[in-house]
């Protein structure tokens, strides 16, 4: 923080605009950092420049990158007490109570140097500032919960997967996580049936939870009790991209047929389509080929030819209505799009997926990239093995649990990012530091007799 200050990036305007297209808890977070700001400026007599955002003091935004790197400490120190704890030895306690916290601060430090943004996550006005603390706390409470089955422990997890939801509902893995992690324990252990009826329940309340918030929210705010816009556009990319001309026979709604044709011919006329790098490769497309194609032209499809192709219809359908509007109209149509291209390609989806897959879980530990993607298998091939020789000595419940919760998020958040956009860096990071605590936990142990 004291090198980089606040970072802003392109995504951060609509976090401070309070878009409808933005989840509730960050915006609010920052509103409330600049209501804390103003309120000492209005005690001191002396008002702050507004350089780095208009209507937010400078001071409101040095606020939040303070909380969240306080967060991200904390953070840090918890995920070192956690792994202390989990082993009898005392040199590997000490070991793991500096290295696991060191796993979780470089990692928060790849996107200033990895991937040269010249910033840490802690320091962006992004959501990543407070997602990626959050999720790995998350995974340390529901490891304890899944140990114990108290309620201490079930409170905990709730709390922050409301958190995790209202902050960024991309993370609704977390939730999948939560139920399948808990119904397979349920099930291995054979615990009583009405524990398996509790995590169900107690996952829809959360989830429920979190809807009536946010409806509340945007009800407070903008006047409708509605969810956040856009979260359909993602998918919708994904399918555009696949598409042929022909798809538009599958769409019954006129006016949406031909608003298709328009945003598949502007896509394939810029090269932005699955055709295009299959046309253009002389024999099958690798897998670095086509992902990096996707990745590429992902958000071009999205921000310069969906959006721009449905909003000047819905503007010119519908004169006089208002921004908030348009948007409601624009998810709506990404959704019926959707349902008419969802089964078109069943075959290119599937192989979009599988490549995506393996993508995702690469950048979950590592980064895509050919001189890396060796490095990657044979560390999870060696992680499988650990935990494979943990789990036949017996030694040490708690650590195996870990390293499976670990692994299945880590197979879950590829195959559901990879389902529904591409898996950059930035959505695949959280379980990374928590992965490589657990490896060197789990190799130190394997040398215990």
Same mark, same amino acid.
Not at 393 to 404: A, E, F, I, Q, V
């Given at each position: ?27 609010? #977070? ?45 953070? +840090? ?108 324990? #349920? ?30 929210? *945007? !009800? ?19 399918? #555009? ?8 026979? !599958? ?13 598949? !011919? ?30 590429? *032209? ?39 799009? *959707?349902?008419?291209?969802?089964? +078109? ?47 036949? !000595? ?20 590829? +195959? ?34």
């Amino acid at each position: 923080m004291y090198f980089d200050g606040v970072k802003l990036y392109p995504d951060s305007t609509s976090y401070l605009t309070a878009d409808s297209s933005r989840e509730p808890l960050y915006p609010l #977070v920052l509103k409330a950092c600049a209501a804390v700001s103003r309120f000492f400026e209005s005690i001191s007599g002396r008002t702050g420049p507004q350089t780095l955002f208009s209507g937010y003091p400078d001071t409101s935004l040095y606020l939040a990158v303070i909380l969240q790197s306080v967060l991200c400490a904390f953070t +840090a120190w918890k995920t070192g007490r956690f792994y202390s704890a989990l082993s009898k030895n005392p040199v590997i306690r000490h070991v793991l109570f500096y290295l696991a916290p060191g796993a979780v601060c470089f990692t928060a430090l790849l996107n200033r140097f990895a991937a040269q943004r010249a910033s840490a996550y802690h320091t962006c006005i992004l959501t990543e500032g407070i997602s990626y603390p959050l999720v790995i706390l998350f995974m340390i409470s529901l490891c304890g919960f899944l140990q114990s089955f108290r309620k201490k422990q079930a409170a905990y997890c709730a709390v922050l997967l409301l958190l995790i939801l209202l902050l960024r509902k991309q993370l609704m893995v977390c939730l999948l996580v939560y139920v399948s992690a808990g119904l397979l324990t #349920v099930l291995f252990r054979r615990y009583p049936v009405k524990r398996a009826v509790w995590i169900i329940l107690s996952a829809a309340a959360v989830f429920a939870a979190a809807f009536l918030l946010e409806g509340t929210y *945007n !009800r407070a705010l903008r006047g409708r009790f509605m969810q956040h816009t856009g979260g359909s556009e993602g998918m919708c990319c994904t399918l #555009v991209y696949l598409s042929d001309g022909e798809d538009a026979s !599958r769409i019954s709604d006129p006016g949406l047929s031909e608003n298709f044709r328009t945003i598949h !011919r502007l896509a394939e006329e810029q090269g932005f389509l699955y055709t295009t790098v299959e046309n253009a490769s002389s024999g099958r497309t690798s897998a670095m080929e086509l992902t990096t194609h996707f990745a590429d *032209n992902f958000d071009e499809i999205g921000f310069h030819i969906l959006r721009p192709v449905f909003l000047e219809t819905i503007r010119s359908d519908n004169p006089g209505k208002s921004d908030l509007d348009a948007m409601i109209l624009l998810s709506e149509k990404e959704k019926q799009l *959707n349902k008419a291209l969802l089964a +078109a390609h069943p075959g290119r989806y599937f192989r979009l997926w599988q490549m995506n897959f393996v993508k995702g879980a690469v950048n979950s530990i590592l980064r895509y990239h050919r001189l890396l993607n060796a490095a990657a298998a044979l560390l999870f091939i060696l992680y499988g093995a650990l935990l494979a020789l943990g789990a036949r !000595r017996g030694k040490n419940g708690p650590l195996c649990r870990m390293g499976l919760l670990i692994l299945w998020t880590v197979l879950l958040n590829s +195959a559901v990012v990879g389902a529904v956009i591409y898996p950059q860096p930035r959505y695949m990071i959280y379980m990374m530091p928590l992965f490589y605590s657990q490896l060197a936990a789990m190799f130190m142990e394997s040398g215990v007799k």
